[in-house]
């Protein structure tokens, strides 16, 4: 059974840093496809970043690029989201996926498990 967990979340102020961490059992994890998503209150989830199974193809979606950078390490089977100049916007709780393929995707429906998400929140 795949269970990823999420953890680093937490209150900081605008232009601060918060680096999440996300640990993966269940299945090899250095065999597929990882990403980061967010929603926040009344809002719909949506894509953050991706990484492929080697770390070699990464994707960020245009809010966070050049902000955040998504980075794995198969050895110890845990994604991570380095997340940088954070704004009030930021505000979501973020949660790792990872795919049923190698490849790095931006479409939620291309991911089959799921975190339970941490919070996020970048106070003004």
């Known amino acids: 059974q795949v269970q990823l967990v999420e953890s680093g979340g937490g209150l900081v102020q605008a232009g601060g840093s918060l680096r999440l961490s996300c640990a993966a059992s269940?299945?090899?994890?250095?065999?597929?496809?990882m990403g980061w998503f967010r929603q926040a209150p009344g809002k719909e989830r949506e894509f953050v970043a991706a990484i492929s199974w080697s770390g070699g193809t990464t994707y960020y979606a245009d809010y966070v690029k050049g902000r955040f950078t998504i980075s794995r390490d198969n050895a110890k089977n845990t994604l991570y989201l380095q997340m940088n100049s954070l704004k009030p916007e930021d505000t979501a709780v973020y949660y790792c996926?990872?795919?049923?393929?190698?490849?790095?995707?931006?479409?939620?429906?291309?991911?089959?498990?799921w975190g339970q998400g941490t919070q996020v929140t970048v106070s003004s």
């Open positions: 269940g299945r090899t994890f250095g065999s597929y496809g």
């Open positions: 996926a990872q795919r049923g393929g190698t490849s790095a995707y931006a479409r939620s429906r291309d991911y089959t498990y």
